[in-house]
């Protein structure tokens, strides 16, 4: 009984806690997003590929980042402790990092880039895309959580893990 209710009292600390994060990104975006707290203050977005540094070329970037031209800059080194390859892209014309709610509402400015991240890794590690399967056709009865979960899915491609 003693475990249930820690987990209760961990679930709402975690809870109280993303709220206190969501109130400081509209009251003050440059407090709520200190370098430590998830967003690098360098700009630096970085995925992890499971193939040899030589293997990847800066000039000859997948399709999903080679779109973006001149306005992105990329690196490309080993990663830590022989487990790959980091690929890494910044935007050059570094806009003020979004807050949460920024990124819920689709106005992250860099959103296409970490989505064209993740595209590349999925190129460059198994060939293609990965896509969800699309929703089966007909009509369903709209639902408070159905609603939710739509428009999650919608957003999540440029979402990110942070």
Known sequence: MTS?????????ARGA???????RAVVNPSAAHPAAA????????????????SELDAAKLPAPLAEFGDRIEVRIQAAPGGKGTELAARL??????GGALSRLSGQDPEAGLR????RAKQLI???????????PHGERTATPGGAFLEGWTKAAPKGGVR
């Open 4 to 12: 249930s209710i820690g987990n209760v009292a961990s679930l709402a």
């Open 17 to 23: 806690g993303s709220v206190v994060r969501h109130v």
């Open 38 to 53: 998830g967003h690098s203050a360098s700009g630096w977005l970085v995925v992890t590929v499971f193939v040899e540094p």
């Open 92 to 97: 050059r014309d570094r806009p003020r990092p």
């Open 115 to 118: 989505s064209a991240l993740r």
């Open 125 to 135: 590690e198994v060939g293609e895309v990965l896509a969800v399967d699309p929703v």
